[in-house]
C-alpha cells in the first residue's frame, strides 16, 4: 500500500472508533483509535518528524486510560480536526493536522475558557517533574501559569514537563 492508502485507513479508523457521544467520552475507543491509525501512520511520519514520534510511542506505552481528562473544547475541537481530515489531500499537511489532534487528545486543556494573557494563545497543562505541581504552557509565546492561581509564573529552561494526568487535575482542584 502507498501513503495515500495508509492515510485512508487512518483516517476511517478515525472516523469509527472515536466516536462522542452527546457529553461522554470513552476514553479506551479514543486510545484503540489513536493506536490502530498510529500503526498506518508511523511509518510515514517517523522521518519528517521524528522526536515527535519517539515522544508518541513512549506516551502509548506508558499511558494509563484512566488517567486521561477530556474538556468540551478537546472534544469540538477533536471533531473539527478529524473532519479536516478526512478531506486533506497534502501529505506533510496532514501529518501536521494528525499531530494536532493527538495532541489535543493526551494534553488537557479549556480554549475557549482561557487563554494566556500576553498573547491570547492557547494553554495547556502539564506537570512539573521536579515539584510535582501543575503548570500551564501557552502553545504559541511558550508563558508558563500557576495551574491552580492562573498567576504568571517563571521556571527554569531546564525544567522536565509531562502532559497532566487526571488526578494531578482533580488533585489541584482544576477540574
Known amino acids: 500500500m502507498n501513503i495515500y492508502s495508509h492515510i485512508k485507513k487512518a483516517n476511517e479508523i478515525l472516523a469509527m472508533h472515536v466516536i462522542f457521544e452527546k457529553g461522554a467520552v470513552h476514553p479506551q475507543r479514543v486510545i484503540d483509535g489513536i493506536q490502530q491509525s498510529w500503526n498506518h501512520i508511523e511509518k510515514f511520519i517517523k522521518n519528517t518528524y521524528p522526536d515527535w514520534t519517539k515522544w508518541l510511542n513512549y506516551q502509548l506505552k506508558q ?10 473544547d478537546m472534544v469540538e475541537e477533536s471533531k473539527r480536526l478529524i473532519a479536516r481530515m478526512q478531506v486533506e489531500r497534502e501529505v506533510k499537511y496532514y501529518f501536521h493536522l494528525y499531530i494536532s489532534l493527538i495532541g489535543n487528545f493526551l494534553i488537557f ?38 495551574g491552580q492561581t492562573g498567576e504568571r509564573i517563571g521556571l527554569p529552561k531546564d525544567i522536565v514537563l509531562r502532559p497532566s494526568r487526571k488526578s494531578e487535575l482533580v488533585r489541584e482542584c482544576i477540574i
Do not use: P, Q
Open 63 to 72: 499511558m494509563d486510560i484512566e488517567e486521561l481528562a477530556f474538556s468540551d
Open 109 to 146: 486543556h479549556r480554549s475557549s475558557e482561557e487563554c494566556c494573557d500576553v498573547c491570547e494563545g492557547e494553554l495547556r497543562y502539564y506537570t512539573n517533574l521536579g515539584n510535582g505541581n501543575v503548570v500551564k504552557e501557552c502553545r504559541t509565546c511558550g508563558m508558563f501559569y500557576s
